[in-house]
């Protein structure tokens, strides 16, 4: 049986939050509600049924149909929605569990590591002094929570920084968070100005809605997030329901001069990317690329960055939540990210184990103060 999504969207929702009678019947609700919302307030859902067609869409929808009938509990659903979410984009699209309570409280304590003795991996920056010329600074995320650590580390360490000529900026594994997170960092790196390439809000009142509770959700008592998200809403409102607002209301190129460059900037900086650096981690490796003065080295980036600003949308049920995208880049359709990632300057073959994935910071230092690239056993 053909499935039409556009058509999905006029179903009524008369009775859409009863409970339904088995995990099965719940899946296939929350299922069926999924791509009329994506069409009318995810900023890349249209453009997705354009480029693969109404025919690959339905499909999905019927193959995701048939096995969400058959859900045996809710995390067999949630299996089940998420992979036909990544159906319509690999990134910045989800289906989460969680209701709107569960995801308003504290995040638990990390889990304990699988390996005795062993400590969880940190997400906090780190700095490295490799040599009296190369410094290696370690940037697993640029989660929110990180933007102060991220500013005091470069503040603390300014001396030693200054000192040293060559930069290893380690941003493989680094999954995004926020472009504020990475912003003490451009004055060392840049070259005295930076062009972006803003983004566009898709005003709807889904939208409106999801921008006004993100932070008290996410974020509670940030204030950076607070004025981001009110500027938001004020640009959303400026247009009618279903047209596209600038970010920024001097509009979508954005000139920016480094006001307080650091008087002694590294001369050679390697920044070493792979397929996991994604979202607000790519937004850095565009912005540092631009220098005269950096390099991306290794893989090319994940590719999750053409739609974003994700807000949540609770699902029927009320077990889960559909987390989607409600800005665009302004770079579209000239210059897509997310097909490909972004491409470094120098590629690296991905490394077979975690010691060749250390080798490569030992080869990136190498190579910065006059050696080679090469492995050490080639």
């Known amino acids: 049986m053909k499935l039409n999504l556009l058509a999905l969207a006029a179903l009524s929702l008369a009775g859409s939050h009863a409970a ?23 900023t890349g859902a249209r453009q997705h049924l354009e480029q693969k067609g109404q025919a690959y869409f339905d499909l999905a929808l019927a193959t995701a149909t048939t096995a969400a009938a058959s859900a045996a509990d809710g995390k067999a659903c949630d299996a089940i929605l998420e992979n036909y979410a990544r159906t319509w984009r690999k990134g910045h699209l989800h289906v989460k569990p969680g209701s709107a309570l569960d995801i308003a409280k504290p995040a638990p304590a990390p889990a304990r590591p699988a390996t005795p003795g062993q400590a969880a991996p940190s997400k906090a920056p780190a700095l490295q ?25 470069l503040d603390t360490h300014r001396a030693a920084l200054a000192a040293r000529p060559n930069w290893i900026l380690d941003v493989r594994r680094n999954g995004g968070g926020s472009d504020s997170t ?21 005003a709807t009142p889904a939208n409106i809605d999801g921008q006004e509770k993100v932070c008290a959700l996410l974020a509670p008592g940030d204030q950076t997030c607070a004025a981001f ?7 959303m409102r400026s247009v009618k329901p279903g047209q596209y607002a600038p970010q920024q209301s001097s509009g979508t190129v954005i000139y920016t001069r480094v ?31 631009q220098s005269f003065h950096v390099k991306l080295i290794g893989r090319n980036s994940y590719g999750a960055l053409d739609y974003s600003n994700m ?20 770079r579209l359709p000239q210059l897509q990210v997310d097909l490909g990632g972004i491409m470094p300057d120098i590629y690296l ?30």
């Open 20 to 42: 339904a009678a088995t995990p099965g019947e719940t899946c296939v609700q929350d299922l069926r509600a999924i791509a009329p919302f994506l069409l009318e307030n995810d």
């Open 229 to 235: 998200a009110s500027q938001a809403v004020a640009q």
């Open 182 to 202: 990475y912003a003490p960092l451009l004055p060392w790196i840049s070259s005295d100005e930076i062009v972006t390439m803003g983004a566009e809000w898709l």
């Open 259 to 289: 006001d307080t460059p650091e008087p002694r900037r590294p001369a050679r900086v390697a920044v070493l990317v792979d397929r996991d650096c994604a979202s607000s981690c790519e937004e850095f490796l565009l912005a540092a690329r």
């Open 129 to 153: 002094i490799l040599s009296d010329s190369t410094v290696l600074l370690t940037l697993p995320s640029f989660h929110g929570s990180y933007r102060a650590a991220v500013a005091s580390l």
């Open 349 to 378: 073959p991905p490394p077979k184990d975690e010691a060749e994935r250390a080798e490569e910071v030992l080869r990136v230092q190498r190579w910065l103060e006059g050696g080679t690239l090469r492995p050490n056993n080639i």
């Open 311 to 330: 807000r949540l949308h609770i699902l029927p049920s009320g077990q889960r939540h559909l987390q989607y995208a409600t800005s665009r880049s302004a």
